[in-house]
């Protein structure tokens, strides 16, 4: 990579390794309290990053307390329970109990309850447009070094944990957890370290209905 494709770190929501290549910090995301009462969530991204129109988006959920999630049509749904004695979901009156580290999808048309009744939960949130964008999660438990590559689809990785770091050039950044980095198209970029990675690959919606899916034992 030419010095000239570079940009100079400085300490914003976001470090810019090239113009394809950003670091987003999590303790500069903003707080936002649920209409329900219920939680808090900090933005990670969205796409488009303005507007009303939603594509997709990556958030930090804090569920306080038990209650209902709100209906959102035309939207599916995936949480990684990451921190918390136990989390489960009741979609359509059926049970769900949610494992931690484990991507759990489903749909936003559903009514859901969410019980979390041993305690507050800290989860990662994406909620995707099916009319527009599907997202394909992989959690991976990074010993050295994972290489993230992408020829096309945008892609977001998420430290779940600790420990790692990512860099580009001669430059490097550690991830605090749930920093991410964000290759908006073709690229690629190291992840280095020990810890989990959370990695979601979004592409444009294809012409068949989307299949809601469960990775997590129900």
Same mark, same amino acid.
């Given at each position: 990579?030419s010095?000239?494709s570079?940009?100079?770190?400085?300490?914003?929501?976001?470090?810019?390794?090239?113009m394809?290549?950003?670091?987003?910090?999590?303790?500069?995301?903003?707080r936002?309290s649920?209409?329900?009462?219920?939680?808090?969530?900090?933005?990670?991204?969205?796409s488009p990053?303005? *507007?009303?129109?939603?594509?997709?988006?990556?958030s930090?959920?804090?569920?306080?307390?038990?209650?209902?999630?709100?209906?959102?049509?035309?939207?599916?749904?995936?949480?990684?329970?990451?921190?918390?004695?136990r989390?489960?979901l009741?979609?359509?009156g059926?049970?769900?109990?949610?494992?931690?580290g484990i991507p759990?999808?489903f749909s936003?048309?559903?009514?859901?309850?969410c019980?979390v009744?041993?305690?507050?939960?800290?989860n990662?949130?994406i909620?995707?447009?099916?009319a527009t964008?599907?997202?394909?999660?992989?959690v991976?438990?990074v010993?050295?070094?994972?290489?993230?590559?992408?020829t096309?689809a945008?892609?977001? =990785?998420?430290?779940?944990?600790?420990g790692?770091?990512?860099?580009a050039?001669?430059?490097?950044?550690? =991830?605090e957890?749930?920093?991410?980095v964000? =290759?908006?198209?073709a690229?690629q970029?190291?992840?280095? *370290?020990?810890?989990?990675?959370?990695?979601?690959?979004f592409?444009?919606?294809?012409?068949?209905?989307?299949?809601?899916?469960?990775?997590?034992?129900?």
């Amino acid at each position: 990579m030419s010095s000239a494709s570079q940009i100079r770190l400085q300490k914003t929501a976001q470090r810019t390794f090239t113009m394809s290549v950003r670091v987003l910090q999590f303790d500069r995301a903003k707080r936002m309290s649920w209409a329900n009462g219920i939680g808090v969530t900090r933005q990670i991204l969205r796409s488009p990053a303005y *507007g009303t129109r939603l594509d997709w988006r990556v958030s930090v959920a804090d569920v306080e307390q038990s209650g209902a999630f709100s209906r959102l049509p035309g939207i599916d749904r995936t949480i990684v329970f990451c921190e918390g004695n136990r989390m489960s979901l009741t979609i359509n009156g059926k049970s769900v109990e949610l494992l931690r580290g484990i991507p759990f999808e489903f749909s936003g048309d559903a009514a859901t309850f969410c019980d979390v009744s041993r305690g507050s939960t800290r989860n990662l949130n994406i909620m995707v447009n099916r009319a527009t964008a599907i997202a394909k999660t992989t959690v991976t438990m990074v010993n050295g070094t994972h290489t993230a590559l992408t020829t096309s689809a945008a892609q977001l =990785l998420v430290a779940i944990t600790t420990g790692m770091a990512t860099g580009a050039g001669t430059q490097s950044v550690d =991830l605090e957890r749930y920093d991410a980095v964000y =290759l908006e198209k073709a690229g690629q970029v190291s992840i280095s *370290g020990s810890g989990s990675l959370l990695s979601i690959e979004f592409t444009p919606a294809r012409s068949e209905p989307c299949v809601t899916r469960s990775k997590a034992q129900v």
